[in-house]
């Protein structure tokens, strides 16, 4: 399997495939963070079991030497199937998306794990739409049970089927959804966590207390605003843009105070400081 993206959504999508006896190909541009990502893999394989019981225990030097990292898109040639991960640009998606039908045999089919970005949009950047399909990983993948998928106009079933079979094998249900801004998921969820953050801005609220509602109150896992976090508060304001230009509805519009901690750097766990702080981050 390839997985393009070194972030944290594509390292836990690496650590799912290696965790369940795929061989990888791991393809970042940036040197160091393939690097951290060496680290970060093993921690996820070691500890995942711990946190998930049914997941298979596998030797961190099993699951590294399993594992290739490169900055070279070429490498991903060998693979049956792909990922893709990359920052929600639509400028860096479009020219990543040529290189990668570039350098795929025919008939090796793209995952898009993008927050709203269409598929259609993405698969016309190829000459292979029929094998391209939205794959959306939740993070931490390997600790997940279901997979939203976006099947675009020109997905085929045989690339839909294909994709049911490797989710099979990472112990996943698929829940299949249409291509349109946002999908079901992140549609719903970003708004989400914009109006938990306007109620942070615009009443004070402390981003704890609100996140404490939706645990308490509605036996959530995490609050919005813990969830952001994980996200990358530049992801979810990256989606936001995107689905304020799809749909022209205001409800999308960016709250200033997450546009203010971007600018600042201030993206969540990714830099250790968020809605909450996280200690030190080692540079990538």
Known sequence: MGVVGAGGIGLSV?????IHG??????DIDESRLEKSR???????????MLRTALPRVPVEEALARTVFTTRLEALASCEFVVENVTESWDVKRGLYRELDAVLPPGVGIGVNTS???IGRLAAETTRAPDVIGIHFMNPSYLKDAV????????????????SGILEALGKSAVVVGDFPGFVSNRISHLFFNEAIRVVEEQGVEPATVDAVFKKCFGHRMGPLETADLIGLDTVALTLDHLYDSYGDEKFRCAELLR???????L????GHGFYQYGPVQPS
């Not at 795929?22 to 393809?27: N, Q």
């Not at 680290?39 to 079991?49: K, M, T």
């Not at 939203?148 to 994709?163: F, H, K, N, Q, Y």
Request: charged content about 25%.
């Open 148 to 163: 939203e998928i976006m099947r675009g106009a020109e997905t085929s079933d045989a690339c839909l089927a294909r994709v």
């Open 14 to 18: 690496a650590a799912d495939f290696v």
């Open 39 to 49: 680290d970060e893999l093993s921690r996820a394989v070691l500890y995942g079991p």
């Open 268 to 271: 969540g766990r990714k830099t």
């Open 116 to 118: 709203s970005i269409s």
């Open 22 to 27: 795929f061989g990888v190909v791991l393809v």
């Open 260 to 266: 203010s901690m971007v600018k600042t750097q201030r």
